[in-house]
């Protein structure tokens, strides 16, 4: 188990973990562009950040090895060819209209010589009144020229989870749902080619972000070596998980099967990780709204390398039973039976627990209701508080990107 990447499970012992401490970028959203950027509000960044450095503190005290996407990123670019080669692919991506403005920026980037400034100010985003005033204004700059910024921030950065996942010793890079969103894989390519830690160890890539159909990590679940499990939902297209399934298949990663759970497409369904998380060898978080209407079908390698896709007719609980090889799994409803208390808590990330070890989770402190029917289970918690994290709609597994994982 000495590669970088290592995950053979949602529960195996955390042993590395990725996160990005929350920055500028949430400054910079307005009332009048939340929808844009995916946000229902705006957090308080000097709270969220000590809420975050409680996150990681507890991390750290249970021997996880923390690491930092910003950290990594300004590593993997410290080669002058490496980061120009950044800049030119992340103005490329960055929706610039005006080739005056384009340049400017480019300019100022470059001058750059602290790498981490650097990959800072590209996650927060560019305000105009940072720039130097246009010279010749294109009509691209005319019109625009209410809208402040040049490049817009990336405010869901600190959900680590979703712009690639750690399957195996592979990552799928992802192609996010939301444009907005879409720059944010940029760092997981550049981390896993050139940053020294990675570049060397040959890390697959099981999807890759410039795909056409798009899929995110929280909908991308490891529930054994052997099994995969991924969620149709607001975020995911079913054909990428077809292509996942191929690509994990055809590259020999050890997977045996993914089950696909078709949850929806609303918002406040948006990743399967919402309403489903492992957190033992036989316990499941869920949220009850989506037991009833729940499809899952079973994707295997058939002959001549097709997929095998078959849907599943059984519950819940007898396909997990089937394909883990157990007797006796158990779901836990976030929120009890009172659909009130459910609606209310999954809101607020009642289902979406990080496990650390077999039977022990990170959980927010402000589900008491969920988090009560976890202790009973026999759960072990470890609280940390989320009244400005949870503004971005994301828990604790949202927040983290395991990277190893002892095998269970």
């Known amino acids: 188990m000495n590669k970088p990447i290592h995950i053979t499970s949602e529960i195996g012992k955390l042993k590395t ?16 562009y939340l929808d844009e950027l995916l946000f229902d509000d705006i957090p308080f960044l000097e709270q969220a950040q000590v809420e975050h450095d409680r996150f990681a503190q507890l991390l750290r005290d249970k021997e996880i090895e923390v690491l930092y996407l910003e950290d990594l990123a300004a590593e993997a670019i410290a080669d002058p060819e490496v980061k120009a080669a950044f800049i030119e692919e992340y103005l490329d991506e960055a929706n610039i209209r005006g080739t005056e403005l384009k340049a400017l920026i480019h300019d100022m980037l470059s001058s750059m010589t602290d790498m981490r400034e650097l990959i800072d100010k590209t996650m927060a985003g560019i305000q105009k009144v940072e720039l130097p ?4 204004k294109g009509l691209a700059d005319m019109i625009e020229s209410d809208y402040p910024f040049a490049i817009d921030p990336m405010p ?3 959900f680590t989870r979703d712009p690639f996942a750690t399957m195996g010793h592979g990552v799928s890079l992802n192609k996010m749902y939301s444009v907005t969103r879409r720059r944010e894989t940029l760092y997981g390519k550049y981390i896993f080619k050139y940053h020294p830690r990675f570049k060397d160890a ?3 890539l099981v999807y890759d972000r410039t795909e056409t159909t798009r899929i995110e990590g929280g909908d991308e679940l490891i529930l054994s070596k052997d099994l995969l499990a991924v969620g149709i939902s607001q975020r995911t297209d079913a054909a990428s998980i077809e292509k996942l399934a191929k690509n994990i298949f055809d590259k020999n990663l050890g997977f045996k099967r993914v089950l696909a759970f078709d949850i929806g497409s609303e918002r406040k369904f948006m990743h399967l990780d919402t309403v489903f998380t492992m957190v033992d060898y036989d316990k499941f978080t869920i949220h009850p709204e989506i037991e009833g209407d729940l499809t899952v079908y079973s994707i295997s390698q058939g002959e001549n390398g097709e997929l095998d896709i078959k849907e599943e007719h059984e519950t819940l609980e007898n ?3 089937k394909y883990l090889g157990i007797n006796n799994v158990q779901l836990i409803r976030c929120g009890g039976n009172n659909l009130t208390a459910a609606a209310r808590e999954q809101w607020n990330d009642g289902s979406n627990t ?22 009973e289970a026999g759960v072990k918690l470890n609280y940390i508080p989320g009244s400005e994290l949870v503004r971005g709609r994301g828990g604790p597994r949202c927040m983290s990107m395991p990277l190893v994982r002892e095998d269970i």
């Open 156 to 158: 869901n950065l600190y």
């Open 133 to 136: 005033e246009l010279k010749n």
């Open 319 to 321: 396909i997990l039973n």
């Open 354 to 375: 990080l496990t650390i070890a077999p039977g022990e989770v990170v959980v927010y402190d402000r589900n008491p209701i969920t988090n009560k029917k976890l202790e």
């Open 202 to 204: 040959d890390v697959p």
């Open 17 to 32: 973990v990725l996160l990005h401490r929350p920055g500028k970028e949430l400054e910079n959203l307005m009332p009048d």
